[in-house]
């Protein structure tokens, strides 16, 4: 007589489908990171309860502790407009690797009769590079003396022909002293630019201030807006 | 999908061959899933930590100096703050356009108590209450105006701290400008002074 047999099913699940989503996911995320790019200096910026992301295709300029301005510009598109700009305005000689290097190339702080012998370097050895900072002239703070003042002028028209104007944002170091603070924020305002980012480090908000009562204010309160004198 | 077939191929064996104990060869996969996920768990929130914070910022522009009248603010709204060596600061309340009778400066340092802090609440709180008594002047919708002034031996960490201040206590008309020869005079005449003390 045959016997009647229960199929024994098995508790094992097939872990395959979710290996295939994890890993789906994961490619995605490593895709989409953007790593933090190289940085030529160590900055330990101030802290502030300010939480405003840092916008995007945004100018970098970073001073380090001793006043060097470097910079640096979150749009390679508008890099390749803007290196070829600098490149006939200042007659740098560049060849087209030189231009792919500055593209490429995260931040840097050099005057312009530096940029052929650094650009010329393997991206590889350009992180051994001592860079002297961007120089400041602060007699008149314009364009066409003042080296930063061009880099940011020649950088926001390249991202205006891109589509997407730039916003400057300034990364120092908190022990920097204020006089090399004030070249650079002179630099901006002499040349129109009068708002701009100061990139800090996250801190919290002080229990009983105004900032914590309107964070726990019930209806969102209005923008703080800033008046000059 | 992971597993592979080992019957081999159906092939048959002879009387008295042992047949050889079939091994599974299905893996196991939930450590690797695990590991997925885990490094997931990183990418996301490196992606959104890596955004580093800003602070916005507007300073008055070289028109908006000229074309606007300085001594707009009124006397009694305004307080001045000079950010000094060492993470000093001083402050005082009123214009201080009266050479004759220079301010009282006053000194503190940033921190939680008894710090510039205060003094801006207490500043503010004055500002509001003063507004409403009717005093030739007084109107009820002045707002205190602190005008920021770091000196050259100040630092940035000073400068972004103070506009931090501004922020935590919602101040929201100030200005940052050079400090000016008479306003160095004052430190001078503080820290003279002090040390005399």
């Known amino acids: 007589m045959a016997k009647h047999k229960l199929p024994r099913k098995s508790t094992h699940i097939d872990m395959t489908a979710m290996c295939d989503v994890a890993f789906l996911l994961l490619t995605f995320f490593m895709l989409a990171t953007k790593f933090k790019p190289d940085e030529p200096v160590v900055v330990k910026t101030p802290s502030s309860i300010s939480d405003i992301i840092m916008p995007e295709n945004s100018i970098l300029l970073t001073v380090d502790p001793s006043g060097k301005v470097f910079f640096d510009y979150d749009n390679k598109k508008a890099k390749a407009i803007l290196i070829d700009k600098v490149n006939t305005e200042k007659g740098l000689n560049l060849t087209d690797a030189e231009k792919e290097s500055f593209k490429r190339g995260a931040s840097f702080g050099l005057p312009f009769n530096q940029m052929k012998a650094y650009l010329a370097i393997d991206p590889i050895n350009q992180k051994e590079y001592k860079f002297t900072g961007i120089p400041i002239d602060t007699t008149t703070y314009m364009a066409n003396v003042n080296e930063l003042a061009y880099w940011v002028q020649a950088a926001r028209t390249a991202g205006q022909e891109t589509g997407t104007p730039p916003r400057i944002c300034i990364k120092c170091d908190a022990s920097t002293v204020y006089p090399r603070v004030k070249d650079v924020i002179k630099t901006l305002t002499k040349n129109k630019i009068d708002r701009f980012n100061l990139v800090t480090s996250l801190e919290a908000i002080p229990d009983g201030s105004a900032a914590a009562m309107e964070r726990d204010a019930p209806t969102p309160a209005k923008k703080p807006e800033t008046k000059t004198q | ?197």
């Open chain 2, 1 to 197: 999908m992971a597993e592979i077939d080992t019957s081999g191929g159906g092939k048959k064996k002879g009387p008295g061959v042992k047949k050889a104990k079939k091994l599974s060869t299905r893996i196991d996969l939930t450590p690797m899933v695990d590991l997925g996920f885990l490094l997931i768990t990183f990418f996301i929130f490196t992606t959104t930590m890596s955004k580093p914070k800003t602070m916005e910022i507007m300073m008055p522009t070289e028109d908006s100096i000229k074309k606007e009248d300085q001594t707009k603010a009124k006397d009694y709204c305004t307080m001045t703050i000079l950010l000094s060596k060492e993470h000093r600061v001083y402050y005082y309340i009123g214009l201080a356009d009266d050479p004759l009778a220079p301010p009282a400066l006053e000194v503190t340092y940033f921190q939680n108590r008894n710090g510039i802090r205060d003094a801006l609440i207490a500043h503010k709180k004055k500002v509001y209450e003063e507004r409403l008594n009717g005093m030739p002047g007084h109107k009820a919708d002045d707002e205190p105006v602190i005008i920021i002034k770091p000196d050259v031996n100040s630092q940035y960490e000073d400068m972004v701290n103070i506009l931090d201040e501004m922020q935590i206590n919602g101040l929201n008309t100030y200005a940052m400008i050079d400090i000016t020869d008479v306003d160095k005079g004052f430190i001078a005449a503080t820290e003279a002074a002090n040390v005399g003390n």
